[in-house]
């Protein structure tokens, strides 16, 4: 995808500071909410006043209009209702990820998705096989769930270095095996499913679909299809937090939109000009519309989720009586040990192995930076499971005793899974130190063979991958006039190909007229052309433009698809899959990559910093 345009004017080095500590500090934050919720819960529950634990979560709310009435305990507004906001929020991520994100190619998203699979079934054979002596083998729903909000959280405390990439990993993973269970719940574990409200959910998902053409009011015309869909899957007799899926599923994503930006910038300006409250209003609308409801919604509710709902919820479902004689009976109970085995063992081995098959058949792979003992401490921690895994517990094992043993068997695989986890991370960590994947120049500068702009030999280098259709990059030759018109000769800026042909279907035909146009002398002058001409990129686009910078256009013609000039492209695009780049523009200052933004100010700060610190390590040197 195509990175959103910097803020020059008003992004500080402070406020960028606050944005780097609130990422990576808000996971493990939420964590300690989470973690801070189950332990509230466990010593209200063996307090004292254990009694008001479920008499006050079991409280009857009662809502009517008209002659229609709405009963609901406290406990079935948190897991029914506040969670399906989680899922809801989950599925806005994921679907970002397939969409424009890092699981747009195929090949990375299939092994997370196949791995979960099995995830879901290794746990419910090993399930069934232990649990014979019980009787209790319908229970098997119990094991098939990793909690997601658990599995990041605990990813989160653990913090092992560089984990992006295996973030992005477990929540597809998470996300995938929660719509598992949740079908599973509704086919397996239903009270009964009723075919007409199920038909009605049908259509309110086809309603949802179609809301992305309606020209205004497209975001209350999804919460109130929302909350029908959520009303029709529970009347329908399926867990209701299915509908946070769906819908976040059918709700479009798209990267920045080019008019909306340029249009955001013309209305900014008009607005300095001569303020006014109907300029302010088009601002705003404008910076709405640039960006799609996906991440607009992903912004304004991650946060209630993770430091509200979240832990609410821990609150509401861990409060687990572990008194001796509960303890004693459930160690000593086939059911208890089966969910144990199920969790922590059928996840590991399930994910694992799934994840090795499909990598040494061919059929996927792992992101760059992402290896096998990464996923393995990831398998493990799967195994904790909580929110589904209690849910079913309460509605597969009839027998009060049978359900002490199954939570019992929850919250000792969900320590035993974390604990598996954090082992793993650390001597595999320790084994084979992880590096940051992209953070230094795969290949170094070359004058014999790049393009560039001033003294090869300059004391300050920038190097940029970019994309000739994304509009971005060509704002961002205004900021590397500005830094060649700060240094001079004293820098020497490279360009490199980064064509997004996913998003921009017509970068790569450009990138190779400007190699063709290289071997005339005018690689220059062919990319502002190409800049100022980005919505007409076809090959007669194309030539029109060599004609008009006085280019020998039958040479230019021969010289646009032939081999050299293709290998040429492909080469730097096979380098920028080395290093992970998936989007643009993104620049390596002095050999490392810049992070941030790359408005000319602060490229010239990090220029001036670069000569300061240590020349960095090729991937040859490392």
């Known amino acids: 995808m195509s990175a959103p345009a910097s803020a020059p004017d008003t992004?500080?080095?402070?406020?960028?500071?606050?944005?780097?500590?609130?990422?990576?500090?808000?996971?493990?934050?939420?964590?300690?909410?989470?973690?801070?919720?189950?332990?509230?819960?466990?010593?209200?529950?063996n307090s004292p006043w254990g009694s008001t634990y479920e008499a006050f979560w079991e409280t009857e709310l009662e809502v009517g209009l008209g002659g229609w009435q709405l009963h609901?305990?406290?406990?079935?507004?948190?897991?029914?209702?506040?969670?399906?906001l989680f899922f809801f929020v989950v599925g806005l991520e994921v679907k970002r990820e397939f969409t424009i994100g890092e699981l747009t190619d195929r090949s990375r998203a299939i092994v997370p998705i196949v791995a979960a699979i099995a995830g879901l079934v290794i746990p419910a054979l090993l399930f069934v096989v232990i649990a014979i002596p019980s009787g209790e083998l319908g229970a098997?729903?119990?094991?098939?769930?990793?909690?997601?909000?658990?599995?990041?959280?605990?990813?989160?405390?653990?913090?092992?270095?560089?984990?992006?990439?295996?973030?992005?990993?477990?929540?597809?993973?998470?996300?995938v095996d929660d719509v598992g269970a949740l079908l599973a719940i509704g086919i397996f574990y239903n009270t009964g499913l009723d075919l007409v409200p199920l038909a009605v959910a049908v259509v309110l998902m086809v309603a949802i679909?179609?809301?992305?053409?309606?020209?205004?009011?497209?975001?209350?015309?999804?919460?109130?299809?929302?909350?029908?869909?959520?009303?029709?899957?529970?009347?329908?007799?399926?867990?209701?937090?299915?509908?946070?899926?769906?819908?976040?599923?059918?709700?479009?994503?798209?990267?920045?939109?080019?008019?909306?930006?340029?249009?955001?910038?013309?209305?900014?300006?008009?607005f300095r000009e001569s303020p006014s409250a109907q300029y302010a209003a088009a601002v705003?609308?404008?910076?709405?519309?640039?960006?799609?409801?996906?991440?607009?919604?992903?912004?304004?509710?991650?946060?209630?989720?993770?430091?509200?709902?979240?832990?609410?919820?821990?609150?509401?479902?861990?409060?687990?009586?572990?008194?001796?004689?509960?303890?004693?009976s459930a160690f000593t109970s086939p059911l208890t040990w089966a969910i144990i085995a199920g969790l922590v063992v059928g996840k590991f081995v399930g994910i694992t192995a799934a994840t090795a098959i499909v990598r040494a058949t061919g059929l996927g792979k792992l992101a760059p930076g992402l290896g096998m003992p990464r996923v393995a401490g990831g398998a493990a921690l799967s195994g904790i499971g909580f929110t589904i895994s209690l849910f079913i517990v309460g509605i597969a094992l009839a027998d009060g005793e049978a359900q002490d043993h199954g939570r019992v068997g929850v919250l000792t695989a969900s320590l035993v899974a974390f604990g598996l986890g954090w082992a793993i991370f650390a001597i595999a960590d320790r084994m084979s130190p992880p590096q940051a994947v992209g953070k230094v120049l795969a290949r170094p500068f070359d004058p014999e063979r790049d393009h560039y702009r001033g003294r090869p030999d300059a004391p300050y280098q920038i190097?940029?991958?970019?994309?000739?259709?994304?509009?971005?990059?060509?704002?961002?030759?205004?900021?590397?006039?500005?830094?060649?018109?700060?240094?001079?000769?004293?820098?020497?800026?490279?360009?490199?190909?980064?064509?997004?042909?996913?998003?921009?279907?017509?970068?790569?035909?450009?990138?190779?007229?400007y190699e063709a146009a290289a071997l005339q002398g005018r690689f220059l002058d062919m990319s502002r052309t190409l800049f100022q001409h980005q919505d007409a990129l076809e090959a007669d686009d194309l030539c029109r433009y060599a004609e008009e910078l006085g280019l020998d256009v039958p040479r230019f013609v021969e010289d646009l698809r032939s081999p050299a000039v293709v290998r040429r492209v492909e080469d730097d695009q096979i380098d920028a899959e080395l290093m992970d780049l998936h989007s643009t523009p993104t620049f390596f200052v002095n050999g490392r990559r810049h992070i941030g933004p790359w408005d000319s100010r602060s490229l010239i700060r990090s220029l001036e910093a670069s000569v300061e610190a240590p020349p960095p390590q090729t991937a040859d040197e490392r």
């Open 209 to 270: 679909a179609l809301v992305r053409y309606l020209r205004a009011g497209r975001g209350l015309a999804y919460g109130v299809l929302g909350v029908g869909l959520w009303i029709a899957i529970a009347m329908a007799g399926i867990h209701p937090t299915l509908a946070g899926v769906a819908v976040a599923l059918l709700i479009p994503v798209f990267p920045p939109r080019r008019s909306e930006v340029e249009r955001t910038e013309e209305l900014t300006r008009a």
């Open 284 to 328: 705003n609308r404008s910076l709405r519309e640039s960006l799609s409801i996906n991440d607009r919604l992903q912004a304004e509710w991650g946060p209630y989720i993770a430091f509200l709902v979240l832990p609410i919820f821990a609150l509401a479902n861990a409060g687990v009586h572990l008194d001796a004689e509960t303890l004693a």
């Open 11 to 45: 992004t500080t080095s402070a406020a960028r500071r606050k944005v780097r500590l609130r990422r990576g500090s808000s996971d493990r934050s939420a964590a300690a909410l989470l973690l801070t919720g189950t332990v509230l819960a466990i010593l209200w529950a």
């Open 463 to 513: 190097v940029e991958y970019g994309d000739f259709e994304c509009p971005f990059c060509s704002r961002a030759t205004g900021s590397i006039d500005q830094v060649i018109r700060r240094f001079g000769d004293e820098v020497c800026w490279v360009w490199r190909h980064l064509p997004l042909e996913g998003v921009h279907p017509h970068a790569k035909l450009a990138a190779q007229a």
């Open 140 to 175: 098997w729903g119990v094991v098939i769930s990793t909690d997601t909000a658990f599995l990041l959280g605990a990813l989160a405390i653990i913090g092992p270095p560089f984990p992006a990439r295996l973030r992005t990993f477990l929540l597809t993973l998470a996300v």
């Open 72 to 84: 609901a305990t406290l406990h079935d507004v948190v897991n029914d209702g506040l969670m399906t």
